[in-house]
């Protein structure tokens, strides 16, 4: 709705801020608390815009750098005639028995957000010009003698806050690592992969329960997102043939809910060795090294039978919890052991459809997922903290 405004009477919208912490609430027109909120985030928004300004103009000297980061301080934070005081005064004093809950929250984090942008510290990181522009100092409403100077390049420069790798990412990089120094390389596939990769030459057949829409998204019914790394096994074979020693690193994806130990997308390791002569002790062996590598020189691993369709024998390997060494404890569930993954020499048929002749060459393979190696790591009890963005968790990680 259009509110026709009165002769004379001050247009808020056209107001700067200056203007505004100079009336009431009332005066401005103001008097719900969307209207209070959108207040406070303009003057959020200028203070954040003044000190970008600032930054970007620069100053001419070192007096001068000190006087326009001091002069935009007091401006905002002096106890008399600062913005903040002001709005003290006139929006929160004032302010009528209904909004002024309202107005005193949003006071506390403008004066929050204020102290944040940390004006003080500018006095480090404003740059020094060789000639400071006149607008430099119109923002700020002090008129300086600035004298040209020289850039002063020892200057330290603005930091931007670094990241850090993924605690995954960082799993996934630290088991690649230990492949890599066995002489296997990284290989990749896609994501989205056709039925035939995913199934059908991994010996899964039609009938079996993970090629239910239930379980695995569909995106028609020849291409799917894949659901394990293994697909990149056939791709891998018919691309290099044998021999072949490969690590697959990647992302997967399943029909699950997402709860404390599903999530719908998740990070798996395939590994793959193919080769004459290899069999289920070099299996055994590499595996045994990797858990040493990775969880210390102490840890044994199991090896139990188990089923994969791609895989004849195979197996689900396990280590002896490294916290408590065997004994019982939280990580382990109280059992002693840690599930590590699936594997199993590879199945004359999988070969076959990679287009490797099974009497001449055989080898192994394992999947793992990585996700679950970085909970059991770093004792994490839920998958979901991973995929949440949450900077507070993550920092943990740096
Ligand atoms: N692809 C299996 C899964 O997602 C994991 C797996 C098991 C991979 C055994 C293998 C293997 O290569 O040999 O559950």
Not at 182 to 188: H, P, R, T, V
Not at 222 to 251: C, D, F, N
């Amino acid at each position: 709705m259009v509110v026709p405004q009165r002769q004379g009477e001050a247009n808020p919208t056209q107001m700067g801020v200056e203007e505004k912490v100079r009336k009431t609430l009332a005066e401005l027109g103001v008097n719900d608390s969307p209207g209070v909120e959108s207040l406070f985030a303009e003057l959020r928004k200028a203070a954040k815009e003044e000190r970008a300004q600032l930054i970007a103009r620069g100053a001419a000297n070192q007096p001068q750098r000190e006087r326009l980061c001091k002069a935009l301080r007091d401006r905002w934070l002096a106890r008399k005639g600062g913005f903040l005081s002001q709005v003290d005064e006139k929006w929160l004093k004032p302010a009528g028995k209904d909004l002024k809950p309202v107005v005193g929250r949003q006071f506390n984090e403008l004066r929050r957000f204020v102290t944040d942008l940390e004006f003080e510290k500018l006095l480090e990181a404003l740059p020094l010009q060789q000639e400071a522009s006149p607008q430099t100092e119109l923002v700020l409403n002090a008129v300086g003698t600035a004298r040209p100077a020289p850039r002063d390049i020892t200057l330290p420069g603005l930091r931007r806050p670094l990241g850090s790798l993924h605690p995954v990412i960082r799993m996934q990089r630290e088991i690649e690592e230990i492949f890599l120094r066995l002489g296997f390389w990284i290989e990749s596939g896609p994501e989205i992969e056709s039925t035939y990769y995913n199934f059908d030459a991994l010996n899964i057949p039609e009938s079996h329960p993970s090629r239910d829409d239930w379980d695995t998204f569909y995106i028609d019914s020849k291409t799917v997102l894949r659901t394990h790394t293994s697909p990149v096994q056939i791709r891998a074979m018919e691309k290099y043939g044998a021999p072949l020693y490969i690590i697959i690193p990647g992302k997967c994806y399943r029909h699950d809910n997402p709860d404390s130990t599903h999530s719908p997308m998740f990070h798996q390791i395939e590994g793959l060795a193919i080769d004459q002569d290899i069999t289920f002790a070099d299996l055994k062996g590499t595996l045994d090294f990797f858990a040493k590598m990775l969880f210390g020189e102490k840890v044994r691993t199991r090896f139990q039978p188990s089923f994969f369709p791609f895989t004849e024998p195979s197996g689900e390997v396990a280590v002896s919890c490294f916290v408590c060494g065997g004994q019982g404890c939280r990580v382990c569930k109280e059992s002693g052991w840690i599930e590590l993954m699936g594997c199993g020499m590879v199945h004359p048929q999988v070969l076959r459809n990679g287009g490797i002749d099974p009497d001449k060459h055989c080898g192994w393979a394992f999947g793992l997922g990585v996700d679950r190696f970085a909970m059991v790591k770093h004792d994490i009890n839920d998958i979901q903290l991973f995929f949440q963005g949450d900077v507070r968790f993550l920092e943990q990680f740096r």
